[in-house]
């Protein structure tokens, strides 16, 4: 079965850290962009952090730049987004995404074409 499984959600403090993961089972990643996307409640989903198949490539969105890091590990088919500093306005759920096109990682994440695969998502909820 060909899915995306994210993983490392929970609840934590603000200024606290949590690194999640997303990992491919049923193929690899190596030719996939990657992205992590977030919806908080009554919200619609937006792309926080994208990464380019090779990793040399990598967008974040404005509110989350200098406190979060995207990184993949090809040879595990594992993509990370570390959290630092979460502030309470990061809950929602945590989705990642795969897509295998010619579009940059900013298209991606700006979501402006149809990923691939859909991981089902964690919950982050940073709270006091």
């Known amino acids: 079965q060909l899915q995306l499984v994210e993983s490392g959600g929970g609840l934590v403090q603000p200024g606290g850290s949590l690194r999640l993961s997303c990992s491919a089972s049923g193929f690899t990643l190596d030719y996939d962009k990657i992205g992590w996307f977030r919806q908080a409640p009554g919200k619609e989903r937006e792309g926080v952090s994208c990464i380019s198949s090779s990793g040399s490539s990598t967008y974040y969105k404005d509110s989350v730049k200098g406190r979060s890091t995207i990184s993949r590990d090809n040879a595990k088919n594992t993509v990370y987004l570390q959290m630092n500093n979460l502030k309470p306005e990061d809950t929602g759920v945590y989705y990642c995404?795969?897509?295998?096109?010619?579009?940059?990682?900013?298209?991606?994440?700006?979501?402006?074409?149809?990923?691939?695969?859909w991981g089902k998502g964690t919950l982050v909820t940073v709270s006091s």
């Open positions: 995404a795969a897509v295998r096109s010619f579009i940059n990682v900013q298209t991606m994440c700006a979501m402006r074409i149809a990923m691939n695969y």
